[in-house]
Structure formats: C-alpha cells, structure tokens
C-alpha cells in the first residue's frame, strides 16, 4: 500500500482551526481577508454563541458563498462526547475526545447561584503534584482556546435541554492554565465577550498552581477575573513535598505575588488548601496558615482530599477538618470547607479520564459493552 502523506493521514482534521479559536476581531480581520462584511462577524458570533447552531448551513442570513467558504476553513465540531456520567447531586461529567483522538473531561456543577463549569486547559499536566489524577501521564499537548471555548459550549447545550444557563466558569480542570497562556486569554476573551458566552468576568474563576511570572501579569491585566491559588501548604517544607512546583517558584515568591495581586487590584484572593490526612491538616498547620497569610484579603476553600487510586493520600476526620476550619475562623480567616460534587461519579480532577486510559490499555481483553458499563457506573 502507498505510504499515506501527512495531509491524508490526519484528514483534513488537523488542517482547519476551529471557528471558536477565533476572537471577534480576528474573525472581522478573516471575513475582510475574504472580500466580506467586517459585521458579518458579529452574525457568526450570533450564530455560534448565541443560537448555538451545529452547521455553517444553518447560518441562514449569511450568503451561501460565505457559509461554503467558513466550511472550507473552519471546524466547528472540537469535541466527541465519549460518555456522560450524572451524578444524584445533578453534576454532569462529560468525557471528550478530541480530533487526535486524547480524552478530556468537563465538568457541570450546579449551586444555589448558577451552573458552573469546570473546564479543563490542557491534556495531561506537567506540573506534577504527588496527590492529582491529572498528572500521571505527564503532558501531552495545550488544548487551543477554541477547544476550551467548545467545553462550555457543549455544557451550555446541555444545559440548553433544562433551559438553564451556564453561569460561572472555573478553570480548575486538567492542566496548569498557566502554562497555556495565550489560549487561555483568547479562551477568556470569547467566554466574556457580549457577543460571545457574555459570562461575567467576576463569575469567572482560574485557578493556578503558583506560576509567579504570570500571577503578576494576571493582576496588570485581567484584575477582573477571579484569581485561585493552589497552596495546600503553611510552610515551604510540606508545599515541596506535595507540590514540586515549589522547587521553581518558592512559597516566600509566591506570597509576594499574592500579596501584588491583592494591592494592585483591590481585590480578594482565594487559597485552595486540600487537606492531606497527617500531611498538612493538624490544629498547628492552621496556625502556620493563618501567619502565612495574615494580611492578605483572601478567603481559604479547604478542600478534602478526593481518593485517587495511584495516590495514598487518606482522608482528615471530619472533626479535623472542622478544628482545622475553627482555627482559621478565630484568627480572622473567611475558610469554608468544598462541597464535593458528584464524588459519586469520579468528579476529581482527571479522575475519569485517568479512567478511561487505564480502560482503553485493558481493551484488548476487555469487551467493548463491558467497557461502556465501566465508564457509567
Ligand atoms: N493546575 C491548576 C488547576 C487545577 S485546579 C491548579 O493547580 O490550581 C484543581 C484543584 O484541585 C487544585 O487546587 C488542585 O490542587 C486540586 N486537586 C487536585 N487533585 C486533588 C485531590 N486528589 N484532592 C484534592 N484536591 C485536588
């Protein structure tokens, strides 16, 4: 057989950006490029965002020659639903894949204050926390913003079916959202944009695991948009051994840049603190905690640890989370403690994906329908 060139064996796939990689103007800029109405962009929007339609075809106030020449240029399907997991506590988890055939997931959280969805930045992480699910496969790629826009869309159309709406966004998913920078800007933009999601910056959450350069870079420029630390840690000792980051930008950095962010913009921070059993949750781990950040306006989200296979984490007692909590609070800390959500259906981080990898080595021997069961139970 002829050897396939790289064009045919990607398929055309890889060739064509996605539409939702594309900011407003830079959609303007093409529609001029191609001899159209920079406006028209404006419709595009309308239609992707909006009506949320699933083909140029359906983009009926557009010229046919235009929707033929969008088709010829732009994806507009990123993401494969694998499987949909819904939990009693109404959370969805949807397992993607994407055009190279990697698996992410997304997650729909439902609050007293709106639906929230937890997208994901990247496939696999390279920042290598010894207690997340996400990174034990290493990185693969960044996903392009047009893949992260897709995740919210997708849940938006979910969502759709309820005639609810997709609220607020929390960048909390696989991957270190700061080190997929640029897409995460764009993915920001069109998320924001009043034409686009039009989801309101302070609804919208990143959470990092202390990349300091772009923390101060974070509060110069997008101060609107809510700001999470993964600390995890009171003191520089325990945040080495739970987070390796910490070998690259240090606990004293980091704090510095908290403490930037919280003067330059005037704003609250918050500390996403898990607690490891016999790691970093006793009475006196508080109180380093509340030295450690005593002065900043923040609030702490203690979060207990979610049981991963590969990880041997354990639990805090519940008495300890609440002595834990109880310290902070009588020094003057905001702390409250994560609802967990849909912990009956592997809603941790990387959880189901790390799943489905391990499911897809064993199918080979495992049948195909067993493996479906798998991934729904
Ligand atoms: N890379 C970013 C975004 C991931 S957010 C970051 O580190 O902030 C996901 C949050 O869940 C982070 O605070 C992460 O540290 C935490 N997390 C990951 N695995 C966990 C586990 N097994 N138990 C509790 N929290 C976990």
Known sequence: MAKLDKKERNGDIQLKPLIYDLRLEKLQAWLEANGEKAFRAGQIFDWLYVKRVDSFEDMSNLSKALRDKLQA??????????????????????????????????????HN?????????QVGCRIGCTFCASTLGGLKRNLTSGEIVSQVLMAQKVLDQEEQRASHIVVMGIGEPFENFEALLDFLYVVNHDKGLNIGQRHITVST???????????DDMNQFNLAISLHAPNTEIRSRLMPVNRRFPLSDLMDACRY??????????????????????????????????????HINLIPVNYVPERDYVRTPRDDIFAFQRTLQKRGINATIRREHGSDIAAACGQLRAQHAKNQKESAEVPKVEQAEELTR
């Not at 109404?90 to 439902?110: C, N, P, Q, Y």
């Not at 603190?273 to 030295?291: I, S």
Request: aromatic share 10%; hydrophobic share 40%.
């Open 113 to 121: 204050y709106g639906n929230s969805i937890c997208v994901t930045t």
């Open 209 to 219: 695991s202390g990349i300091v350069p772009k923390i101060y870079e974070w509060a």
């Open 73 to 110: 240029s732009f994806h507009l399907a990123g993401l494969k639903e694998i499987t949909r997991q819904e939990s009693a506590d109404g959370t969805i988890k949807i397992l993607f894949s994407l055009h190279d055939g990697h698996a992410i997931e997304t997650v729909v959280m439902r």
């Open 261 to 298: 962010y919280v003067n330059k913009t005037g704003r609250r921070i918050t500390f996403e603190y898990g607690l490891f059993g016999g790691v970093n949750d006793q009475v006196e781990h508080a109180q380093e905690l509340a030295t450690l950040i005593s002065g900043i306006n923040c």
